[in-house]
Nanobody, 124 residues
Framework: QVQVVESGGGLVQAGGSLRLSCAAS????????MGWFRQAPGKEREFVSA????????YYADSVTGRFTISRDNAKNTIWLQMNSLKPEDTAVYYC?????????????????WGQGTQVTVSS
């Protein structure tokens, strides 16, 4: 089994920055790709970003490209999401997830393990 725990959410003004962290524990040898998803009130959960085990491949949703950066430290079993130039529409609960394979990185159905989520609120 794998556990993932997010941290780093909070309240920030538009244009500001936040850095989310996600630590994985347990049978982490099974994990290949880790990613971030978010869910705004009244909306479906959507893909934000993902990174493969080597860190060599990163993926972003169009809405965050150029503003968010995902990174990974396998020695610490941790990934981060640096969020810059935040907008009110970035307000959501952000979830960290981990999957065994590398394919379908943007499809939440293929992620095996999920964190509890962390709230990010961007005020205008």
């Amino acid at each position: 089994q794998v556990q993932v725990v997010e941290s780093g959410g909070g309240l920030v003004q538009a244009g500001g920055s936040l850095r989310l962290s996600c630590a994985a524990s347990g049978s982490i040898f099974r994990i290949n790709t880790m990613g971030w998803f978010r869910q705004a009130p009244g909306k479906e959960r959507e893909f934000v970003s993902a990174i493969t085990s080597s860190g060599g491949n990163t993926y972003y949703a169009d809405s965050v490209t150029g503003r968010f950066t995902i990174s990974r430290d396998n020695a610490k079993n941790t990934i981060w999401l640096q969020m810059n130039s935040l907008k009110p529409e970035d307000t959501a609960v952000y979830y960290c997830a981990a999957k065994i394979g590398s394919a379908y990185y943007s499809d939440e159905r293929f992620y095996n393990y999920w964190g509890q989520g962390t709230q990010v609120t961007v005020s205008s």
